[in-house]
């Protein structure tokens, strides 16, 4: 016996209806692609050729910056012998790209146990470069040296330790060492994790910040770099930076996160301010 089939017509709107709604679709679409969000997506799904991100962490490391979410346990289990230092210093600390000085409490915590003297960077979120900012950050610069006397050691941990190798290019004469911890100041500055997020976030391309900088050029005073080949977020190569672009590169086994919180982070700061010599 032969299946029946039924057919149902569908309903049709009316032609004039269905244009009007096509124009009124064409018109949104061009109402969109007017607007700052849709530049920051375009930023965002930029495409660009391979080998521009040729070394960037891959997924397994990206996912291992998960050890972040033990960190309280641990922390709280954690004995740091911190040994007083006989050589005081006076330290700026610069977040990364997204993070508040908060997240830097605990380092910061460590060092004024050792001795020294710590203070914040004077902004909250860092939410990326503007020249606005990097004269707020010179200006708080200057007035530590001032007030305290002495040279500053900045710290910057990611885009902080961008921050610090380009203001100490601006104001040498008061710093007396740049140490930077996973920051991407060497190589492709698309070799990362995270480059199309902060595109999106700030609004302009990693290779056209607003503000004059030559990345890879080395500042005028002695400048660490501390990389990770953990590090899930940025390059390893590009973070270690090469031959003349820094004076020394150490490397840890940290998470990018970890710079902010990992014990033998902590020891090596300690070690490179008990070294530093105005």
């Not at 679409?29 to 960037?56: D, F, M, N």
């Not at 915590?109 to 990097?134: C, D, M, Y």
Request: with cysteine; net charge positive; proline share 8%.
């Amino acid at each position: 016996m032969a299946s029946l089939r039924f057919a149902f017509d569908r309903p049709r709107l009316p032609a004039p209806l269905l244009a009007a709604a096509s124009a009124a679709g064409g018109r949104a679409q061009q109402a969109y692609a007017a607007t700052e969000l849709a530049r920051r997506v375009a930023l965002a799904r930029e495409v660009i050729p391979e080998e521009h991100q040729s070394g960037k962490p891959r997924l397994v490391r990206l996912l291992g910056e998960a050890q972040v979410l033990l960190e309280p346990v641990r922390r709280h289990r954690r004995k740091l012998v911190l040994v007083p230092t006989a050589n005081r210093q006076l330290v700026m600390l610069l977040p990364g790209f997204a993070t508040h000085p908060v997240r830097m409490r605990y380092l910061a915590r460590q060092l004024e146990s050792a001795g020294h003297l710590v203070k914040r960077w004077g902004l909250g979120f860092n939410w990326g470069p503007t020249e606005q900012n990097f004269a707020a950050v010179e200006t708080r610069l200057r007035e530590l040296h001032a007030r305290h006397g002495v040279k500053v050691v900045l710290i910057g941990w990611s885009l902080g330790g961008l921050y610090a190798r380009e203001i100490a290019k601006r104001q040498p004469q008061a710093v007396a060492k740049v140490v930077t911890m996973g920051s991407p100041f060497s190589g492709s500055p698309r070799a990362n994790n995270v480059w199309r997020a902060y595109q999106f976030i700030t609004g302009h391309s990693v290779d056209a910040p607003p503000i004059a900088a030559e990345l890879a050029v080395k500042p005028p005073v002695e400048t660490v770099a501390l990389w990770s080949a953990n590090d899930g977020v940025i390059a390893p190569r590009c973070a270690a930076g090469r031959p003349g672009e820094r004076d020394r590169a150490i490397p840890l086994r940290c998470t990018h996160l970890g710079f902010s919180y990992d014990p033998q982070v902590i020891e090596t700061l300690l070690a490179e301010l008990e070294s530093t010599r105005a």
